[in-house]
């Protein structure tokens, strides 16, 4: 149980397009969501947190114009990078909690985006 | 700041040992403690989850939470060589408004 799954798991781009990613919970209904980055060699860093329904919560320095979060449903939330840059380039990482936030987060297996 | 300290490593042990990997945390309010595993280019997957005082088991894997030292803790029992992956300790507190709050995560060696 406590699947979640990323589409697409990687992506090429060219600088000033924008790219959607999308996080699916499988078997559960996710209250919700969260969206991290990562670079290489270096700890994840959350980037917002979403629920159903609601605007998405962006933490500190990350724009929110530029990476726009819509969760749609319990079990749909997508990330899209809007005029993306070489500096986009990232592995994203979705995560998902059936019980809402101070409780288990479920990892879908992420995208690696490049932007050229 | 609210912090999560884990020792990077790389910590090896021998296949068939107990791996055992630690980390503190600085709220003393902390709530909810996670283990996630990560393996090189792929995505956390969360291996223990412990909420109160004392020891969790889980198969092969242990968490120890000690509140009143501000610790925990995940033993791996019969360590094998697929267990190599870098250990990724997670916290919760109400001061970071319960989002996790990670430490950078301890790779860990298995040698055949």
């Given at each position: 149980g406590a699947v979640v799954s990323q589409h697409p798991s990687r992506v090429i781009c060219k600088s000033g397009t924008s790219v959607k990613i999308e996080c699916r919970s499988l078997d559960f209904q996710a209250t919700t969501m969260f969206w991290y980055r990562q670079f290489p060699k270096q700890s994840l860093m959350l980037m917002a947190t979403s629920n159903e329904g609601s605007k998405a919560t962006y933490e500190q320095g990350v724009e929110k114009d530029k990476f726009l979060i819509n969760?749609?449903?319990?079990t749909l939330s997508t990330l899209t990078v809007t005029s993306?840059?070489?500096?986009?380039?990232s592995f994203y990482i979705c995560s998902a909690s059936q019980t809402g936030i101070g409780y288990e987060q479920y990892f879908g297996p992420g995208t690696r985006l490049t932007v050229t | 700041q609210k912090e999560v300290e884990q020792n990077s490593g790389p910590l090896s042990v021998p296949e068939g040992a107990i791996a055992s990997l630690n980390c503190t945390y600085s709220?003393?309010?902390?709530q909810s403690f996670f283990w996630y595993r990560q393996y090189s280019g792929k995505s956390p997957e969360l291996i223990m989850f412990i909420y109160s005082n004392g020891d969790k088991e889980d198969g092969r894997f242990t968490a120890q939470l000690n509140k009143a030292s501000q610790y925990v803790s995940l033993l791996i029992r019969d360590?094998?060589?697929?267990?190599?992956a870098t250990y990724l300790c997670a916290v919760i507190s109400p001061d970071s408004n319960y989002q996790l709050i990670w430490g950078a995560g301890t790779k860990l060696i298995i040698k055949p």
């Open positions: 969760h749609a449903s319990l993306a840059h070489p500096e986009d380039s | 709220d003393r309010g902390s360590s094998q060589p697929s267990d190599s």
